[in-house]
């Protein structure tokens, strides 16, 4: 049972745009929430985190919403650069710490 | 950030043999590393939980006869696939959490491929 998902599998959008990346989960029991960047044979790299307790966290050209009544959280990544072109998964814990993953979306970043 | 690394980057290996993949933070201690699978196109399924200083903790299908996990000190833990078969071929990638903070920070992957 995916309780992470990431319903559009992949995204294309100009460079210097704004790139919107959206992530339901069904857990009521998730507290933490994180993006992660992912390259094709490589580990993600962490991107950027809420807690539960926050609606929005900023760094730098990411900032995410978390929106806890709708179970919904989202990525926005402005202005799009040609560098962010990847897969992008969204993840969740509660307090076990233990991630679940969404099944990702492609960002392709036209110049 | 905290850096994790991870070895091999990429083994193959004979059907019915066993393989060991090492993961290590390089700049933090880590009481709790997490192991993941990535099947192509697929997105990452935590296996187990490595917990240093006693067992780990498995999730639900993953066999722990086959998965070994040894979490020996703050900074290694590894992950040997015993016996291993085709199907077991596969993308594994380490994670370990730093302490007191919710992020999780993944080495850089192996890449599996038993023939």
């Known amino acids: 049972d995916q309780q992470v998902k990431q319903n559009s599998p992949s995204l294309s959008v100009q460079e210097g745009r704004i790139s919107i990346l959206n992530c339901d989960y069904t857990?009521?029991?998730?507290?933490?929430f994180l993006w992660y960047k992912k390259y094709p044979a490589e580990g993600p790299t962490f991107l950027i985190s809420?807690?539960?307790?926050?609606d929005k966290n900023e760094d730098g050209r990411f900032t995410v919403f978390l929106n806890k009544s709708a179970k919904h959280l989202s990525l926005h990544i402005v202005p799009s650069q040609p560098g962010d072109s990847a897969v992008y998964f969204c993840?969740?814990?509660?307090?076990?710490?233990?991630?679940?993953f969404g099944a990702g979306t492609t960002v392709t970043v036209r110049a | 950030g905290a850096v994790v690394s991870q070895h091999p980057s990429r083994v193959i290996c004979k059907s019915g043999t066993s393989v060991k993949i090492e993961c290590r933070s390089l700049?933090?201690?880590?009481?709790?590393m997490f192991w993941y699978r990535q099947f192509p196109k697929q997105s990452l399924m935590l296996m187990a939980t490595?917990?240093?200083?006693?067992?780990?903790?498995?999730e639900q299908g993953v066999e722990k006869d086959k998965f070994l996990i040894n979490h020996a000190s703050l900074t290694l833990s590894t992950l040997t696939v015993t016996s291993a078969h085709p199907e077991d071929s596969s993308f594994y990638i380490c994670?370990?959490?730093?302490?007191?903070?919710?992020?999780?920070?993944f080495g850089p992957g192996t890449r599996l491929t038993v023939t």
């Open positions: 993840a969740a814990s509660a307090d076990d710490y233990k991630l679940s």
């Open positions: 857990n009521s029991m998730f507290d933490y």
């Open positions: 490595s917990n240093e200083g006693s067992k780990a903790t498995y």
């Open positions: 994670s370990a959490r730093v302490l007191a903070a919710g992020e999780q920070y």
């Open positions: 700049d933090f201690q880590a009481t709790t």
């Open positions: 809420i807690s539960s307790i926050k």
